[in-house]
């Protein structure tokens, strides 16, 4: 059974969320070993500078990078998009190598430098979501996926 | 203030999207008069054949439509994307004028005719998600739209 990391910045705030969270890890497990480790977020001052922002990310990015194994996949609007059923072919491929990591940046994103040590950068969606509600959303598309390679039916 | 009107198919299953929608539908109350209208599902045996299939879609789609008022836009894994700003700036054009109704397809989506009835495809993905998630990524989209228009700042 494939590991899937999901590897993220902060603890979930609201309720619905965190149950979300659980249904699609419920479900997941039936496919592969998940885990969601929830980094911390780097202390920011209020009005911070370009450069307190950027060594913020930085040190995000870094905390994400450490804690990830086997194929590397950075999310973030600027990536590459693909349909669902490419999704699920590039899941099945990479879980069958090893492990594949997820990286969710926090409310200021991901390093440039972090995309750039990543195997993949990955889009949903030319618009920006919120990155505790976009987590729900990987959660559900890394369950289509697994759902679409074992040729299982599922509800749109 | 402008209507805004989200047109969709049945109703919400899990207690997490009711929230979640309950939470987005207070936030957008500072901004528009919102009304979620949730048509019922075309009934469709189970192995249903491609003709009673269109049929389902033809019926739903039609009963969003009816419920439609002013601006109309059809969401579609094959519509336009475009970007949070680029929405923000649509949605606060249409509402300046109007009412802007969203329609949301169920499990089959929408019928070819309807999006051709539309002002606007609009796709958030290559990707397909639930309609029922779905409904929640739009409503945050449209609460940071209305954010975005207004000059205030919004947390990622």
Known sequence: MANV???????????YLKEAQAEYSKRLSA??????????EAPLPKNASVSELHKAIEQESESLLRA??????????E????????FAK????HSQRGDISFFIGGSNGLSDKMKAKSDL???????TMPHQLFRIVLLEQV???FMISSGRTYHK
Chains 1, 2 share one sequence.
């Not at 950068?121 to 618009?127: N, P, Y």
């Open 79 to 86: 990536g590459k998009q693909m349909t669902s059923e490419s």
């Open 5 to 15: 990391k999901i590897l993220c910045i902060g603890k979930l705030r609201e309720k």
């Open 31 to 40: 496919f592969c070993r998940l885990s969601i480790e929830e980094k911390k």
């Open 121 to 127: 950068v990955l889009s949903f969606s030319d618009m």
């Open 143 to 145: 369950y289509r996926g």
């Open 68 to 77: 990830s194994s086997g194929y590397k996949i950075a999310l973030s609007p």
């Open 90 to 93: 590039m899941i099945k491929q």
